[in-house]
């Protein structure tokens, strides 16, 4: 649900984000512009976040997702106001996706289960994201506004925040190790 939440959130915004801007009456240059702020905000957190996973992951899952959301609703409340400080602040939940990725390795138990941890959370999370992204599109054309669009999409961030939390971790994922695992789960160790 982690995934598939994320990348609703991220085909969206990336699909959507100069529309918005377009639509509260930006030029399309600068609309343009304010999503490559979005995806240039996205280059710091994917690099950072990986490597905080373990110090705190909590408090990095709150930062990843409730940072987008305030973007969004600032985006849909003020959209003239400060617009590069909300692409900013979405472009830090397009990062998070480092994150997530941190997290299906350090989940599984072995190396043979992060690969079917990722192809089922791959596989599902992306289906999920088509229909989500056909969902705000149809949302748009029936309410004639992006913001219904922005409000779905904060509530996908903080459904991000739910499905992180959920998200079962072991005693590694706190305690740095030398290893992505065990050295009992090693290949070759026995």
Known sequence: MLFAAWATTAFGVMSLLPSFYREAGIDPATAGLLLGIAAAAWLPAAAL???WVR??????LVVATVTPALGLLGLSRYPQTVPWLWAAAIGVGLGTLSLILSLISLCAPDPASVTVLSATTHGIGYALAGVGVATQSALHLWSGSWAPVTWLLAGLCLLQLLAGAAVPRHPEVVTPRRGPWPSHARRGSG
């Open 49 to 51: 976040f990986p490597g």
């Open 55 to 60: 110090r705190a992951p909590t408090l990095l």
